[in-house]
């Protein structure tokens, strides 16, 4: 099973600042199915990112994603006060889909 | 629009049985698989399982092979999640989700969401 792991557990930045969230696989995973949610509390998940780089549709452009092989990047590129959420990264492979343990990003 | 509708929350006792649901609409229920996500009271998010509506093709995470049933009636378009011996460790809010998928355009992610469906299991 390809384990997921997150860093840093937690993030605290202010707005306007750009947040870099990490996201390291147990082996090489396919970037076609590396994709990235945010999670608000109380709501479900939403679907940033597919493919590790390409934006859901209605995802602004301050979100980008990038990587490949066993090392994944969500870059916030200026942060807004909405963006203030838990991150997750997720994959599939071999009939098998896991989540990371999230990246909870606050004001600081 | 794409939805995914979820039955209401549920409170049960250790060693009941529970079913929830998940309905799908907007969509051609039987052509993408549905996911089952759980998230137990402040935690991350772990992958139960998945199901193919179209000919109910049902994989299960090695976590919870055994411990729950993932099923599906195309004639309504909706998917279940079932355990036949709830225990307090089951306790958490269990989200359904499209397993959106195009090859062609690299595409392959939980693309909706149901609202999610609180379990509670207390004596």
């Known amino acids: 099973e390809i384990v997921l792991t997150q860093s840093p557990g937690t993030l605290s930045l202010s707005p306007g600042e750009r947040a870099t969230l990490s996201c390291k696989a147990s082996?090489?995973?396919?970037?076609?199915?590396l994709s990235w949610y945010q999670q608000k509390p109380g709501q479900a998940p939403r679907f940033l990112i597919y493919?590790?780089?390409s934006r859901a549709t209605g995802i602004p452009d301050r979100f980008s994603g990038s990587g490949s092989g066993t090392d994944f990047t969500l870059t916030i590129s200026r942060l807004e006060p909405e963006d203030f959420a838990v991150y997750y990264c997720?994959?599939?492979?071999?009939?098998?889909?896991?989540f990371g343990q999230g990246t909870k990003l606050e004001v600081k | 629009e794409v939805q995914l509708v979820q039955s209401g929350a549920e409170v049960k006792k250790p060693g009941e049985s529970l079913k929830i649901s998940c309905k799908g609409s907007g969509y051609s229920f039987t052509k993408y698989w549905i996911g089952w996500v759980r998230q137990m009271p402040g935690k991350g998010l772990e992958w139960m399982g998945i199901?193919?509506?179209?000919?109910?093709?049902?994989r299960y995470s090695p976590s919870f092979q055994g411990q729950v049933t993932i099923s599906a009636d195309k004639s309504i378009s909706t998917a279940y999640l079932q355990w036949s011996s709830l225990k307090a460790s089951d306790t958490a809010i269990h989200y359904c989700?499209?397993?959106?998928?195009?090859?062609?355009?690299?595409?392959?992610?939980?693309?909706?969401w149901g609202q999610g469906t609180l379990v509670t299991v207390s004596s």
């Open positions: 199901i193919y509506p179209g000919d109910s093709d049902t």
């Open positions: 997720q994959q599939y492979g071999r009939s098998q889909y896991t």
């Open positions: 493919g590790a780089s």
């Open positions: 989700a499209r397993w959106g998928f195009n090859g062609d355009y690299g595409y392959a992610a939980y693309d909706y």
């Open positions: 082996q090489s995973v396919s970037s076609s199915y």
